[in-house]
């Protein structure tokens, strides 16, 4: 019988026939070519906390979770080599052990680096761009099965390089369509402290105030509760680069730690999730406007909150910040509620202000409306193409999303 996959937060299942822990890269190069041969199709699972069915298989699901760790550094350079199923929590504390560390993490740790990367993950700050912009090269194997190198792995000299690196800038943010990564190349800094300090006050107070605290600040981001119409400030720099203005308010968190401890927050709750992700300079209207909404159609339903962030622009080519400042809402909903009206209603707001969406979390968007946001959408599928023309590596949604006839009747979720 086969095993069932579920999910981080309950809303996704699939019983895939085969499921693959794999140890080395030739288990995940065996894995493909036997797939490619049998005619079935093989999906790359990282953590599972992606809210769409990115992973869902019917035939072959990869867990990369067997290849883990900081493989080698260069210090000079700011490179980390790592493998695929170090999980960020871990790679923060290995990559510290070197006295190194990430420019940025996410909201929550406990994604796999390589699934991480692969979905545009990101975390906040106006100056620094999402963990996929980190990636400088790595390994993967693609769809025929062949392991190929890119990035500086391939030989390439660095950042000045990667405009015109089309492989780089397709796999940074590339869904598992173009391979399973069995080696990732990141950009690192040498370990640094953070104070943290979390505010409670009003949420008029912040958006009057907004540009002021996105610009002063390393890391800023806002929770804001229907409910009560309260929001909290999150308020992260290195230590003596303290901002000039403060929240008025209560003072629920202060603490100064290395920055991949200090940087997440701890999720005891399961939650589903939808964010869209916006020009900058519309962001704070969108916000005004969700907030209407929210109180106006859904308050009494939402058990949750909305987090606003910031996100640098990149050069991925799907990347949801491709060449644009962004700021990012997320409307969270607890698990154990329904989101599916709630996210339905507030979705075409965020399309209204150009918004792009995230592709691990609830949305309804494919093909027919995304390749109009994504000026490299045409790039990214000749690309795709030449990697995996038999679709080995597709699943329904990923043909669906990408707009490719190419794939197998196999793996149909």
């Not at 350079?77 to 923060?92: E, F, K, N, Q, W």
């Not at 700021?327 to 979705?347: G, H, V």
């Not at 030449?386 to 080995?392: A, L, N, Q, S």
């Amino acid at each position: 019988m086969a095993e069932t996959f579920t999910n981080w937060s309950g809303s996704l299942s699939c019983s895939p026939r085969r499921r693959v822990r794999a140890s080395t890269s030739e288990e995940v190069v065996e894995t493909i070519r036997r797939a490619a041969d049998d005619g079935t199709t093989v999906r790359p699972l990282g953590s599972g906390h992606s809210s769409m069915p990115i992973m869902t298989t019917d035939d072959v699901m990869l867990s990369a979770d067997g290849m883990r760790g900081v493989v080698s550094v260069d210090r000079e350079a700011g490179l980390a080599r790592v493998l695929p199923g170090t999980g960020l929590a871990d790679l923060g504390a290995e990559l510290a052990g070197h006295d190194l560390g990430m420019e940025n993490l996410g909201d929550v740790d406990y994604q796999s680096i390589a699934g991480a990367i692969g979905t545009g993950t990101h975390g906040t700050g106006v100056r620094l761009g999402n963990l996929s912009s980190t990636l400088a090269g790595g390994t993967l194997v693609t769809g025929t099965g062949e392991e190929v190198p890119f990035g500086v792995d391939a030989g390439g000299e660095g950042r000045g390089d990667e405009d015109d690196d089309e492989v780089l800038r397709a796999a940074q943010v590339s869904l598992g369509g173009l391979g399973v990564l069995t080696s990732l190349t990141l950009r690192v800094l040498p370990a640094y402290q953070l104070h943290r300090t979390n505010w409670m006050t009003h949420v008029d107070w912040v958006l009057d105030n907004l540009d002021e605290l996105i610009e002063q600040n390393r890391h800023l981001d806002f929770y804001w509760y229907p409910r009560s119409d309260l929001a909290q400030v999150r308020i992260l720099n290195r230590p003596g680069e303290e901002p000039e203005l403060l929240p008025p308010g209560e003072l629920r968190k202060d603490e100064t730690g290395p920055s991949y401890e200090i940087l997440p927050n701890d999720r005891e709750l399961y939650f589903d999730e939808m964010e869209y992700m916006l020009p900058l300079e519309v962001g704070p209207y969108a916000f005004r406007e969700a907030r209407e909404r929210i109180k106006e159609r859904h308050r009494q339903y939402v058990g949750w909150r909305v987090l606003v962030r910031t996100v640098a622009p990149d050069r991925a080519m799907l990347s949801p910040s491709y060449r644009r400042p962004t700021m990012t809402i997320a409307l969270l909903q607890n698990a154990s509620l329904p989101y599916e009206s709630y996210f339905r209603d507030m979705e075409p707001l965020m399309l209204d202000h150009g918004g792009r969406p995230h592709w691990g979390k609830k949305h309804t968007r494919t093909a027919e409306h995304l390749a109009g946001l994504y000026p490299e959408w045409d790039h990214f599928a000749r690309i795709r193409e030449r990697f995996d023309p038999d679709g080995v590596l597709l699943n329904g949604h990923l043909r669906e999303l990408l707009g490719t006839d190419a794939g197998r009747e196999g793996g149909a979720q």
